[in-house]
């Protein structure tokens, strides 16, 4: 005994494609869409490591940042901005972000971040981390 027949097979598959078609474009019209903002802001530093008492002039001194950078998967470090004058050094932290409604929800942290610091003068070295929030983290390297 059949249950279907061929005619009642074909409206069978005509409905369940139309069914198809109908929720994907239900689909495409209810997401939200993919665009996204984007944009750079400077982080906080919660700590550095890795800085040696002192350095010889040939080398390269590296620099371990650790901090948050943000709360979404679409947040990462960007890049480091370095003012070097004389035995001062100046270092801030920027990240880039995006504002877009199809982030994964996740912590992203600096992670040991390191910054390659060269460039430096002989003596004794000044490096001040700045902050978004207007600390600083203020330490002094020997250069020889």
Known sequence: MKLLSKNNTSHFIITLIVAVITLNI???????SCSCQEGTAQLNVDSINNLPASIRLIDTLHIKF????????CD??????????GNHIDISVWERYYICTR?????VDLNGQDCPIIGLAIGRDTIV???KNGSTITKIINVY
């Open 26 to 32: 239900f689909v495409i019209i209810t997401l939200p």
């Open 66 to 73: 650790w901090g948050y950078v943000g709360y979404s998967g």
């Open 76 to 85: 990462n470090f960007d890049n480091f901005q370095t003012n070097i004058t």
């Open 103 to 107: 982030c994964a929800l996740q912590t």
């Open 129 to 131: 981390i700045h902050s």
